[in-house]
C-alpha cells in the first residue's frame, strides 16, 4: 500500500432511501395495465407505485425525471485520442467474479460492463437510471422491481435481458466473497413483468438494499454460459485471459498479460445519449500500463510512458518533481483538489486470527511504539495528520465522550461493549518530545507485561512458554519499506524483533486470502452514508470468508449489534449516531494502528486534457471520465506515445 492509499471501490450507500417520481402517473405517460396484472402484482408484494428515475439516501435528488446531463460533464466535450494510466502490479485473470481483480485492472474493467443505475458525482446519496429505465418500491419495502431499457444491448448486438440480470445476481452472489456479503439478505432475482426484475429480501426495513442493488455489474448470461473459440465451455468459477463481452462505454480490445491492457470507446455504444453519460467517457482509448516497482512506476510517468499519477508519497510531491524540466515548463502539470465528502481508515492491521494479537493490551502497545510525529517530519514533509477515527474526515468520526442519542444506542448495546467505550476518548499517543517517546514506550512495556510478557535479554518474550514476541509486516510495494524500518526500530526497544516481507501483488492477495500474515497494511475507504458495507468490514460473518475485506478477522459481538444500528437506521440523526457509536467501539478495541491521511488530492498530469469548468463534489479530480483530450494543449506538449 502507498502512504495514503485508497480503495478503487467507492462504498456502498446507506440510511433513508427518499425517491422521487420517474414521469409522474402511470396512467398519464405510460400504457396503462390491466386490472389482473395490478392483481397479480400487488399479491406477489411488488405494489403498484409509481415508477421512479432515480434513488436517493437523503433529501429529494438533485436532477429531476427531465435532466439532460450531470452538472459536472459538458456534452459538447470532445470526444477522440488516448489517455494513458499507470498501475503498479500486474494480471493474470480477467475474471473478477470469483477472485476480484487487482487494483487498476478492475477500475478498466468496469468500463466494460454497464450497471442497473449510475450514481451522481455531486450527491452523496444518489443514482439515476443507466440499464434500467425506473425501479419501484414494495410498500412494504422488502423488494425493489427494475424495468430494464428496451434498446439495452450488449457489444455483440444481443439485447441485456431480465435473465442476464438475474443469472449475474445469482452468480455473483454464489461465488464471490465481496457480492455474497453485500447481498446476503437479498434473497432472490425473480422475473416480473416484462423487462422486469424483482430482487426481494430477508429483512424489513434495510433501506439501502434498492440502491447496493443498482450498483451490481449485469453480465452477459449467453457469453458466460457459452463456449469460447475453441469449443471449451466457459465457467464463470475459473480465471481466464479471454477477453469478455460487455455493453458499456468500452470493451476491452487488447491485452499483453500483466503488461498493458487496451480499452476502445464503442462508437455504437447503446448508452451514449443517456443524460448519465452525456459528456462522459470522452476518450476514444484508455491504455493501462503495468509497472512491477514503485519507482519505475515514478520514473515512467516522468519518461512519458503514462499521463496521469495520484501522488499518495510525500517525499515524491516533495522533492521528486520541481526540479523536472517538463514542471518548470509546465508540461507537467502539479495539482492538488480537495478530498471530499469520505472518510477512511488507513492502518497497520493485525491479524487477530493469530493468538498473539487476542489481547488487546498487545495491541496498543504496538500502537504506543508507533513514532508517528518523527515520521511526519524526516519522510512525510509534515503533510499527514494522523488518523484518530474510521470515518476520518467526515461528519461521521466520533469525539469527545458519547451523549445523547449516540450513548443512547450504545446503552442498548452495553453488555456486549468494553467499559472504557463509554468513559474514555480514544487519543492516539504522541511522540512529540524524547520525553514523551520514553514515556510511551514505558507504557508499552507495561501492557505487555499485563498481558503475559517479559523482558528477558532485551527480548519480549511470554511468560508461560518464552516464545519471543516477533511479527511479519507483509507488503507487496518495497515503498513502505521506508515507513516501517523505523517503526520496527522503535518495537525493537520494547524486545519485538520484526521483519518485512515484500512480494508481487498475486502473492500479496493470495497470502490475504488464506490469511496468511502478521501484520500488514489496509485501507476502507467510507461514504458519508455508510450501510451493508460494514458486515463485510467488521462484522463477525465476514472474518472467515476468503476474500472479504474483514481482514483483520474482527468478531465481536458488540460491533455486530452497532453494524445492525447503521443499517437499519431510519434517519440521517440516527444513521450519524448509530456511526459515531460503531466508530467509538471500533476504536476501543484497538483492532488496527491507525496511520495517517490527507485534506487533499495531490495528482501530476501531462497537460494534455481540458475539464469541465465543474468538478465533481464528490470524487475529487473526476479523471479520466469527464475529461477529455486537448489537441492544442498536446500540441505543445507533445502527443503521448
Known sequence: MTENAVIARRSFLAGALVLLGLRGSASAQEPAESASKVSAREASGVGSGPWRHALTLLGEPKYGPDFQHFEYADPKAPVGGMVRLGAQGGFDNLNFIVNGLKGDLEGGITQIYDTLMEDSGDE????????????????????????????????????????????????????????????????????????????????????????????????PKHWWTGTDKNGKPRNATETTLEIPLGSGPYRLARIDAGRSAVYERVADYWGKDLPVNRGRNNFGTVRYEYFRDGSVLLEALKGDLYDFRTENIARNWATAYDDFPAVKEGRLIKEEFPGRGTGIMQAFVFNLRRDKFKDERVRRAFNLALNFEEMNRQLFYSLYSRIDSYFYGSELASSGLPDGLEKVILESVRDKLPERVFTETYTNPVNDTPEAVRANLRKAVGLLREAGYELKGGRMVAKATGEPLTVEFLEFQNVFERVILPYAAQLKLIGIESSIRVIDQAQYQNRLRSFDFDITTSSWPESLSPGNEQREFWGSAAADKPGSRNIAGIKDAGIDALIEKVIFAQDRETLVAATHALDRALLAHNFVVPQWSSAVTRTLRWNRFGRPAVLPKYGASGFPTTWWYDEALAAKTGAPR
Request: net charge negative; hydrophobic share 40%.
Open 124 to 219: 452523496p446519496f444518489s443514482s439515476y437510471g443507466l440499464l434500467a429505465e425506473g425501479v419501484r418500491i414494495a410498500e412494504d419495502a422488502q423488494c425493489v422491481t427494475y424495468r430494464l431499457r428496451p434498446n439495452a444491448r450488449w457489444h455483440d448486438g444481443k439485447p441485456v435481458t431480465v435473465e442476464d440480470v438475474i443469472w449475474s445476481f445469482d452468480t455473483l452472489k454464489a461465488n464471490s466473497p465481496f457480492y455474497a456479503a453485500y447481498y446476503h439478505t437479498v434473497v432472490k432475482a425473480e422475473l416480473g413483468g416484462e423487462r422486469e426484475v424483482v430482487f426481494r429480501f430477508s429483512e424489513a426495513g434495510n433501506r439501502e438494499l434498492p440502491q447496493v442493488l443498482g450498483q451490481m455489474p449485469v453480465l
